[in-house]
């Protein structure tokens, strides 16, 4: 049986990342570690969110781009469409300002740890389901001059 270290706060949740070498940065007074990602050769920013809600811990993959507003309407239908395919889904796109993104959690087990390996995962995972839709969702979220074809993406 494996000793695993429970995450009782925030400062928990960093002592794993540096035993599993993953590179980070704090964000001062807040509940977010930032770990630099690359979407398909372009910078972006996987923060990890200490939830209130005790037991859970949030990863969130930004999406290299911002949606127009006038497109939202149909990334929102194609994201539906994405999710639904997925084993586990997690696209959001914030209407009011047109981020994307990928979200996932954990769930802290009994003994309120994450085992080790599971965050590099849930970041992999990430990145993963980012890069696979990246193409379709940008083009979605292209401005065009007449109806969206989303019917066109092959999900599988």
């Known amino acids: ?53 005790e037991g859970v811990v949030q990863f969130i993959q930004l999406l290299p781009f911002i949606v127009p507003e006038e497109e939202r309407k149909a990334v929102a239908v ?10 586990i889904l997690g696209f959001v796109l914030n209407e009011k300002n047109g981020v994307l993104t990928y979200r996932t959690q954990a769930v802290l087990n009994e003994k309120k740890a994450i085992p080790p390996g599971f965050i590099g995962a849930f970041i992999a995972l990430s990145i ?20 969206h074809p989303t019917s066109q993406f092959d999900l599988k």
């Open 78 to 87: 194609l994201i539906n469409r994405i999710n639904f395919a997925l084993p």
């Open 1 to 53: 049986m494996q000793n695993y270290k429970p995450f009782e706060n925030l400062d928990a949740l960093v002592a794993q990342l540096e035993t599993e070498r993953i590179p980070f940065r704090k964000e001062e007074n807040e509940p977010i570690i930032n770990i630099p990602t690359r979407i398909v050769e372009k910078e972006s920013l996987l923060p990890i969110q200490w939830e209130p809600v």
């Open 128 to 147: 993963h389901n980012s890069e696979q839709f990246l193409t379709q969702l940008q083009a979605s979220a292209t401005p065009k001059t007449m109806n």
